[in-house]
């Protein structure tokens, strides 16, 4: 068994791979095949056989960059379906997101950027940054 996952670890050097986006596709093709075996169509049965060479097209493709768009497309679709239908946007496995701090707010310092939590309801407050050292004063 080693020769054969040091082969396949050969053949794979340098080429995309599996992806979200192969593995939905995947579903989709394994669905495509159960439903074949009960209507007996032959446009499904097509599908299949085409969503399959598509996979493997993905998988086994050296333009990785390609790829990568390609998923990440797919990606923020699937996250606004999953936020039309309540699932939560960034959340692919449907788990309820945490709930919202009710007791800091989130600032950006006008230096760096980098995102800085402050307790609400503090009136105006100085924020000295700990990445930059930029002062600045916010009402919060």
């Not at 495509?32 to 169509?41: K, T």
């Not at 379906?81 to 701090?101: C, I, L």
Request: with cysteine; hydrophobic share 40%.
């Amino acid at each position: 068994m080693g020769r054969f996952n040091m082969w396949m670890a050969n053949l794979m050097r340098g080429r995309y791979g599996m992806d979200q986006m192969n593995r939905t596709l995947s579903i989709v093709a394994l669905i495509l095949i159960a439903a074949n075996l009960f209507l007996r169509m032959r446009i499904i049965n097509w599908l299949a056989v085409v969503l399959l060479i598509y996979i493997y097209c993905r998988a086994f493709s050296r333009n990785i960059n390609r790829r990568a768009a390609e998923n990440q497309r797919y990606l923020q679709f699937a996250g606004s379906v999953r936020s039309k239908f309540g699932r939560g946007a960034g959340n692919p496995y449907g788990q309820t997101p945490r709930t919202k701090d009710n007791t800091h707010k989130i600032l950006r310092c006008p230096g760096c950027g980098e995102k800085l939590r402050v307790p609400k309801g503090a009136g105006k407050i100085n924020i000295s940054c700990p990445h930059c050292h930029t002062k600045f004063t916010k009402k919060v």
